[in-house]
């Protein structure tokens, strides 16, 4: 065998390669749950889920360094912003049509992330904003503590944050489970099948449209702040489009309304996005950077010609959806 | 008004423009309770836009909508469906990628289950409305003769049984008018007969009210107690069928003055 495999699969025989894949595969989890919710099962084409992400960090770490809120009041707060903007949003544009409604969304994600790039005084601007993070660093020690009693060691500090971003990863795929499985759920369907339908039948639409986007709101701020966490600051390049780009790859991925699947799509896409990384090319950083993507384009373009439901997808409910 | 034979539907003076074109142009009707009323009319004689103005899909210009002596001019399309006005769609509205059932529970009101908050926190009161609805829903699917295909996706079915699908899960919202827009459309004769004869049961067993458009005038005349009339956007008649049918109105409506007996249209 040459070089360049070898020191592939030297990479991807790290602990440390696998926490922090499993660490971002749980924020894009989270991030990509909220996409499942709208697009897969409301019929909602929600382009700016790094939006939300956004104003979750940030709103966080503001609590946190300039009002001086504990953490777990500052993630709720972080929330509640998140929500609040999204039923701006939604009631402003919900009534669009999908495609236009997609274009609001993506807008107002931008807007934020100019917002955040911006105004210095409240963000930091390019600086970005740190020091929110203590009350998380006195958890995660102890959190380390509790597992090198059991005898598991922590080669890169990040096991601690790989456990609870998957315990709220898991925690959410469970309820939107449940939840999906109500008769609340059940409408959300009927609207994604034909809005006019369950409107002739009693159902107020909007107020089922607007209860999708306030959840995938809550979903992409808790990724917002789990991403703060990882990368201990925040700054506005972490929300680029293509943020919500990677949670629709991942949703694609792991099949259109099913939320155990976006779990999987999460894994895999990242995975494949810092696996790239060890393999020897000689290429320079940012042309490797840019092959990541390519690879990842070619994947999902097999995906579409041979599994287009996706992994985990109901094949039946895409043909006859339409 | 007295209460016995007091209007289910009043419609005055509503009307409905696309743009420069006015498709509805100062309809007014009346639909008594307890009848069976078709509404019929050339192509493009505003008929379905009707249908949409007073079930708030379109919005309406002026005049007024009265469900029961209630005014719900200008309301949105759920509140009115709750009062008890439900309407079809011409295009069959099934929701293919959901299962005959689902389509059917779908369509029941009053299921606290559909609150988010009822979901957590009253979970015995939404499992006790799902099972009495599924009860009715099974039996409304054996009526109809689609209890077989009560689990498959409503996607799988037949166009007729789609159009069956369609009234059973209007008659799931407890519908005191049913809007029927071309019931009979792409439905194979036997099975078109049947769906009059469910009709005809409603009305008398459940006491609910019918307004249907349909081209198929042999159903017109043998089916409707009245029928009304449309052209360019206007009722310009309505009647027992065979005053209608004998009337020079019609038949210059659907034929530009020709005066040919409307039972050879048919």
Known sequence: MSGPLAIALGGLTEVGFWSGVGVLAGIYTLLALGLQINVGFTGILNFGQAGFMAIGAYAMAILVIDFRVPFLLAVLGAIAVAVAFAMVIGMSSLRLRADYFSIATLAAAEAVRMFAQNAQGVTGGNQGLYGFDRAWADASRQIQDWLSAIGIGDANGLLPLLLVVWLVALVAIVALRFLQRSPWGRVLRAIREDEDAARSLGKNALRFRLQSLAIAATLGALSGVFLALNLSFVNPQAFEPQASFIGFAVLILGGLASYGGVAFGAIIMWTLLEATRFVDLPLSDTQIASLRFVLVGALLIGLMAFRPQGVFGKRQEMVLGD | ?266
């Open chain 2, 1 to 266: 008004m007295t209460d016995a034979s007091r209007p289910m539907l009043e419609v005055r003076d509503v009307a409905c423009s696309f743009g420069g074109l006015r498709a509805v142009d100062g309809a007014t009707l009346t639909v008594e309770e307890g009848s069976i009323t078709a509404l019929i009319g050339p192509n493009g004689a505003g008929k379905t836009t009707l249908f949409n103005v007073v079930t708030g899909f379109c919005p309406c210009e002026g005049g007024s909508v009265r469900l029961a002596g209630q005014e719900i001019a200008r309301w949105a399309p759920h509140r009115i469906a709750r009062l008890g006005m439900v309407r079809t769609f011409q295009l069959t509205k099934a929701l293919s990628a959901m299962p005959v059932i689902d389509n059917m529970l779908l369509a029941a009101p009053d299921q606290p289950g559909e609150r988010l908050a009822n979901v957590v926190l009253r979970p015995r009161a939404v499992h006790a409305r799902e099972r009495a609805v599924r009860d009715q829903a099974r039996e409304l699917l054996a009526a109809f003769r689609l209890e077989r295909h009560a689990d498959e996706y409503a996607g799988t079915l037949s166009g007729g049984q789609r159009k069956l699908l369609e009234l059973a899960r209007a008659l799931m919202a407890r519908p005191r008018l049913l809007l029927l827009d071309e019931p009979l459309a792409g439905v194979n004769p036997s099975l078109g007969l049947e769906l009059l004869q469910h009709m005809q049961r409603l009305r008398t067993q459940e006491g609910i009210t019918f307004l249907f458009i349909e081209h198929d005038m042999e159903a017109v005349m043998n089916h409707a107690d009245l029928v009304v009339v449309m052209a360019e956007g206007r009722v310009i008649l309505s009647g027992p069928p065979r005053a209608v049918a004998a009337d020079d109105r019609v038949i210059d409506a659907y034929l530009g003055g020709k005066h040919v007996p409307l039972e050879e249209i048919a």
